[in-house]
């Protein structure tokens, strides 16, 4: 059983930035891939980013590339995003995701096993 806690959400103007974390419980975090997906109101929920398990490899969606970057720290077990640039169509319920002994970044939703319980975001016009 692994537990992800997300953190950093709240409310921004347009143009602003926010990071977010997501701690997990597991010893074994190094071994595993980490995701960020997002869900607004009345939407199915999306991928935004994930990372390897040695963060070499990072995939991005198109709308968040050039403005979000995911990031881990294995001695902390914790992967970030740090949101820059933001806009209000990326308000929405952000959740941290883990891939159990799957070290390959994935934009998929169903190959991860583990989600946390998401952190808000909200970009004011």
């Known amino acids: 059983q692994v537990q992800l806690v997300e953190s950093g959400g709240g409310l921004v103007q347009a143009g602003g930035s926010l990071r977010l974390s997501c701690a997990a419980s597991?010893?074994?975090?190094?071994?595993?891939?980490m995701g960020w997906f997002r869900q607004a109101p009345g939407k199915e929920r999306e991928f935004v980013a994930s990372?390897?398990?040695?963060?070499?490899?990072?995939y991005y969606a198109d709308s968040v590339k050039g403005r979000f970057t995911i990031s881990r720290d294995n001695s902390k077990n914790t992967v970030y995003l740090q949101m820059n640039s933001l806009k209000p169509g990326d308000t929405a319920l952000y959740y941290c995701?883990?891939?159990?002994?799957?070290?390959?970044?994935?934009?998929?939703?169903?190959?991860?096993?583990?989600w946390g319980q998401g952190t808000q975001v909200t970009v004011s016009a």
């Open positions: 995701a883990a891939a159990w002994d799957r070290g390959l970044a994935s934009s998929l939703i169903s190959y991860y096993d583990y």
């Open positions: 990372i390897s398990w040695s963060g070499g490899t990072t």
């Open positions: 597991r010893r074994t975090f190094s071994r595993d891939a």
